[in-house]
């Protein structure tokens, strides 16, 4: 199995402040890769596909890049609405999630 | 609208089983492969099977911590899902979810409760 490792585990940032997520793969998945989002009681949803491809209706302070076996997602400009976990996904092999990164009020 | 509702869950004993449903709806369902993830409480997200869509042979495959009790099956004419829960484990407990070939749309879940 591919296994994921996402850090920070957790963050404490404020409105306007620019956050960075990585996650990186026990070996190569090229950009099968997604970023999501999910706050409690919600399902995840879904923010970036194939590593660095915004899905549509996201707002475009977030970004992703990364290929290979290390990638990254980017808050350019915390919002409120923002602060929630965030998990990546590697589908190139059996799907595997990170270990997901709460971000949190400062 | 692509739309997904999982059904079926709840309050189960040690070793009984339970199936889920995942209804469809706003695609062609029979085109696309469905994937369950299972979320224990308070933790982070496990891939816990999919099924191909018919075109691939419709077979299946699933993580080692289910395979054997599970079974996802698929009912294309009525646009569902399934998940059937065998030899269930307090371990098991969980929100199930639902998504679509690409992991783009999920569900809302549902909670599976195994307990005494």
């Known amino acids: 199995d591919i296994q994921m490792t996402q850090s920070p585990s957790s963050l404490s940032a404020s409105v306007g402040d620019r956050v960075t997520i990585t996650c990186r793969a026990s070996q190569g998945i090229r950009n099968d890769l997604g970023w999501y989002q999910q706050k409690p009681g919600k399902a995840p949803k879904r923010l970036i596909y194939a590593a660095s491809s915004l899905q549509s209706g996201v707002p475009s302070r977030f970004s992703g890049s990364g290929s290979g076996t290390e990638f990254t997602l980017t808050i350019s400009s915390l919002q409120p609405e923002d602060f929630a976990t965030y998990y990546c996904l590697q589908h190139n092999s059996y799907p595997t999630f990170g270990q997901g990164t709460k971000v949190e009020i400062k | 609208e692509v739309q997904l509702v999982e059904s079926g869950g709840g309050l189960v004993q040690p070793g009984r089983s339970l199936r889920l449903s995942c209804t469809a709806s706003?695609?062609?369902?029979?085109?696309?492969?469905m994937s369950w993830f299972r979320q224990a409480p308070g933790k982070g997200l496990e891939w816990v099977g999919f099924i191909r869509s018919k075109a691939y042979g419709g077979t299946t495959e699933y993580a080692a911590s289910v395979k054997g009790r599970f079974t996802i099956s698929r009912d294309d004419s009525k646009s569902i899902a399934y998940l059937q829960m065998n030899s269930l484990k307090t371990e098991d407990t969980a929100v199930y979810y639902c998504?679509?070939?690409?992991?783009?749309?999920w569900g809302q879940g549902t909670l599976v409760t195994v307990s005494s």
């Open positions: 706003g695609f062609t369902f029979g085109d696309y492969a």
């Open positions: 998504t679509r070939e690409a992991f783009d749309y």
